[in-house]
């Protein structure tokens, strides 16, 4: 088992640490039950550490409050063999449905580390843990790193960590995988956290990634009735503060540093149309897909 902490480096300077603190900055980084990577002194201004604190305290509170929903409490509740139980189903599941997830070789990575940045409830890091990889798991929650470090000591195979992906906390060239779906598009500063991907990724790495499409069903009808979207973490009047959507085209381009990049789309549906989805057919989901699909799948080599 690879061992995780000598991994982590100033998420500002990106030197080593000495524990928990970075001897050139001269800051300590917190650490409770898990490690916290996140400062005043990371961000430009007041207001860009404001708006860093907004992110974080929409998404902490809407974790709470779905950590203790049934389909994700449940979790908290396994053991070691119900976590690889659930592993295995989870990854049939994901396989069934053609997900980024089902892309991933999870057979050659036994020895590997990944990092899967926004674990949520934890469940892609129990997978990418279950393969036989080490895992790193980061979310820019506290109680989202929090049960996922729990699941990932429970399995002995790697942490949770609270960080900003705009300002990874770990070494030049450190990890083998990096597994991200469905939150990179909540990044204040996507291109910052892609090229923080390029950097911690070892030469011949591998990123799996996945980003909202612009020309989809769902984002679509977004922009054109104006939902806010991301209504199951609302909580107490609190409103989504960034989700930015992409064509492909803007994803190759994001992209554009790695040696190269595989993209697809999936994730359409007729059922989306909003009042009528309901009554329509899903024959031609499939069909869709390409021109409409509402996730961007990338699988970009360093």
């Known amino acids: 088992m690879i061992e995780i902490n000598r991994l982590f480096a100033c998420p500002i300077c990106k ?14 980084y917190a650490k409770d039950k898990v490690a916290s990577f996140i400062c005043r002194e990371m961000y430009p201004s007041d207001q860009a550490y404001a708006e860093a604190m907004r992110v974080i305290d929409f998404w902490g509170h809407g974790w709470r409050k779905r950590l203790e929903e049934p389909d994700h409490k449940f979790l908290q509740d396994l053991d070691p063999a119900g976590l690889a139980k659930y592993a295995d189903q989870s990854l049939a599941w994901h396989k069934a449905n053609r997900t980024l997830m089902a892309e991933v070789p999870l057979e050659s990575m036994p020895g590997t580390l990944a990092l899967n940045i926004g674990c949520g409830a934890g469940e892609e890091a129990v997978m990418l843990a279950r393969s ?9 929650t506290v109680p989202a790193a929090e049960i996922t470090n729990t699941l990932l000591e429970m399995l002995g195979r ?17 990890v083998d995988l990096v597994y991200s779906s469905g939150v990179l598009h909540h990044s204040a500063d996507v291109p910052k956290s892609i090229a923080e991907i390029h950097r911690v990724l070892k030469p011949g790495g591998t990123a799996y990634v996945m980003l909202y499409a612009t020309w989809s069903i769902v984002f679509l009808q977004e922009k054109l009735m104006r939902w806010t979207g991301e209504k199951a973490w609302e909580t107490e009047g609190r409103k989504n503060p960034c989700t930015t959507t992409y064509s492909v085209a803007e994803c190759n381009g994001l992209f554009s540093a790695f040696r190269s990049v595989r993209i697809g789309k999936r ?3 007729l059922r989306n ?13 499939g069909i869709i897909d390409g021109p409409l699909g509402a996730n961007i799948n990338i699988i970009a080599r360093k």
């Open 267 to 269: 994730g359409a549906s």
């Open 158 to 174: 790697g942490a949770g960590i609270q960080g900003d992906a705009r300002f990874l906390p770990l070494k030049h060239e450190s």
């Open 273 to 285: 149309i909003a009042k009528i989805g309901r009554f329509l057919p899903t024959a031609f989901d």
């Open 15 to 28: 030197k080593e640490l000495a524990g928990q603190a970075c001897k050139a900055c001269r800051i300590i």
């Open 132 to 140: 036989g990889a080490g895992c790193i798991a980061m979310d820019i």
